[in-house]
């Protein structure tokens, strides 16, 4: 038999394993109580504040992902085509591109943030 400890959603349970086990029977795990009070979330960090006004030209996340590099600025001037956010999802950078020519208005979002597929992530005029 092997002990594990495993932790799934802050609660700690204490497993053990059989090996060799062929009756092909389910086992049933006793509840055991969770050895520490689970921790809560950290709470979500305040998406920065746009910064300048926010532009008529919406730019969204295609997939869901983390913010790896926010490569224009605000007020730079973009061509279409231009990569404004490097998300990066699956060890893959997905570069998020201008979809025309324009000004960078707001950067909606800062290196190391959750975005979701859809996700606002800067505007432009």
Same mark, same amino acid.
């Given at each position: ?8 959603? =802050?609660?700690?349970?204490? &497993?053990?394993? %059989?090996? @060799? *086990? ?7 795990? $006793?509840? +055991? ?18 910064? =300048?006004?926010?532009?008529? &030209?919406?730019? %969204?996340? @295609? *997939? ?7 490569? $224009?600025? +605000? ?29 960078? *208005? ?20």
């Amino acid at each position: 038999m092997k002990n594990y400890t495993i932790t799934v959603n =802050g609660n700690v349970y204490d &497993v053990v394993v %059989e090996e @060799g *086990a062929t009756s092909g029977a389910p086992v049933a795990a $006793a509840p +055991v109580a969770p050895k520490a009070a689970p921790k809560a979330a950290p709470a979500p960090a305040a998406a920065p504040a746009a910064t =300048g006004a926010a532009g008529s &030209v919406k730019i %969204e996340a @295609g *997939a869901a992902g983390k913010v790896f590099k926010v490569e $224009a600025t +605000v007020g730079q001037a973009v061509k279409k085509g231009d990569a404004v956010v490097i998300l990066e999802a699956m060890k893959m950078e997905i570069p998020v591109v201008a979809p025309q020519d324009g000004t960078v *208005a707001s950067i909606n979002v800062a290196v190391g943030d959750p975005v979701e597929a859809g996700a606002l992530l800067a505007t432009m005029n």
